[in-house]
């Protein structure tokens, strides 16, 4: 139990364009849920939480008009990499919290998805 | 703000052997969480386990445990009978209780075990 699904696990997009990765929780209900993002070999560093119903909150530093979140159902995060460009290329991890367990219980990680703006 | 310190970027041991992964944090809270994630070559995050800042026991799971010194600030991870599959980077994490299940990562040390 608990699977966290991410979709894609790997995108090459070109620089300019925009790329929509989702965060699915499969067997469970997940109010929240994290978006990270990591480098090679880097730590897992927050780029926002996100709230269904609710907007996200971001990390300082981080753009919220480039990295678009939705949470629009409570197994479905969406994060939306606008205009990307090379830099944006990278690790992202979501992971989710389940709603029914008590507070502050693990989190369920996705896969990751490996992005590549050429 | 908390921060999490793992002060080894890279380790190796024989297999068989046992190994002691360092993980230190800074907190003005009370209560807290810690744990270690393994994160294989796959890149999935896998948790390893869990210390309540509550518990004075050092939590343990299989070949898997924790040395726990509150005062110290200090949660170290004994890998006993060390097998090729525990291969990964390890990160130590933190979690406040009134955080609503945000975690803040340490760097992450690279185990290599060795046949």
């Known amino acids: 139990g608990a699977v966290v699904s991410q979709h894609p696990s790997w995108v090459i997009c070109k620089s300019g364009t925009s790329v929509k990765i989702e965060c699915r929780s499969l067997d469970f209900q997940a109010t929240t849920m994290f978006w990270y993002r990591q480098f090679p070999k880097q730590s897992l560093m927050l780029m926002a939480t996100?709230?269904?119903?609710?907007?996200?909150?971001?990390e300082q530093g981080v753009e919220k008009d480039k990295f678009l979140i939705n949470h629009a159902s409570l197994t479905l995060s969406t994060l939306t990499v606008t205009s990307a460009h090379p830099e944006d290329s990278s690790f992202y991890i979501c992971?989710?919290?389940?709603?029914?367990?008590?507070?502050?219980?693990?989190?369920?990680f996705g896969n990751g998805t490996r992005l590549t703006v050429t | 703000a908390q921060t999490v310190t793992q002060s080894q970027p890279e380790m190796s041991v024989q297999e068989a052997e046992t190994v002691t992964l360092s993980c230190t944090y800074d907190t003005s809270e009370n209560n807290y969480y810690l744990f270690w994630y393994k994160q294989p070559p796959s890149r999935q995050m896998i948790l390893v386990i869990r210390q309540e800042a509550y518990k004075q026991q050092n939590a343990t799971e299989n070949r898997f445990s924790v040395n726990f010194q509150k005062a110290a600030k200090s949660f170290s991870l004994k890998i006993s009978d060390s097998q090729l599959g525990d291969t990964a980077m390890y990160f130590c994490a933190f979690m406040q209780e009134t955080s609503g299940s945000r975690l803040t990562f340490g760097e992450g040390t690279q185990l290599t075990v060795n046949p």
């Open positions: 996100s709230n269904e119903g609710s907007k996200a909150t971001y």
């Open positions: 992971s989710a919290v389940r709603t029914a367990q008590p507070y502050n219980s693990p989190l369920h």
